[in-house]
């Protein structure tokens, strides 16, 4: 059975940092490239860093450049966002999702697998 489980989400302050992680189970961690999306209330699911295991390639949106870190360790199967100097308008459900390696758009319908999400709220 595939699984993504997400962990880490909570409340933070402007400035503060979170680091998500997303434990991956059930397919082969390195045919996969493994995404973190978010959604904010009212608008669309956002694409916004992605990480290849097989050869560390790595993706950031403009909006969380030079301020969330993507990483992954692949002897746990699991990817970590880490999210440094928060914004309010970073507040959203975070999404992990997987698709495969060879697939190079960043959008949610093509990903293959999900998990179920973790909310995180930053207050100013």
């Known amino acids: 059975e595939v699984q993504l489980v997400e962990s880490g989400g909570g409340l933070v302050q402007a400035g503060g940092s979170l680091r998500l992680s997303c434990a991956a189970s059930?397919?082969?961690?390195?045919?996969?490239?493994i995404g973190w999306f978010r959604q904010a209330p009212g608008k669309e699911r956002e694409g916004i860093s992605r990480?290849?295991?097989?050869?560390?390639?790595?993706f950031y949106a403009d909006s969380v450049k030079g301020r969330f870190t993507i990483s992954t360790d692949k002897a746990k199967n699991t990817v970590y966002l880490q999210m440094d100097n928060l914004k309010p308008e970073d507040t959203a459900v975070y999404y992990c999702?997987?698709?495969?390696?060879?697939?190079?758009?960043?959008?949610?319908?093509?990903?293959?697998?999900w998990g179920g999400g973790t909310l995180v709220a930053v207050s100013s």
């Open positions: 999702a997987a698709a495969p390696i060879y697939i190079l758009l960043f959008i949610p319908d093509i990903m293959d697998y």
């Open positions: 059930g397919f082969t961690f390195d045919d996969y490239a």
């Open positions: 990480i290849s295991s097989a050869d560390g390639s790595t």
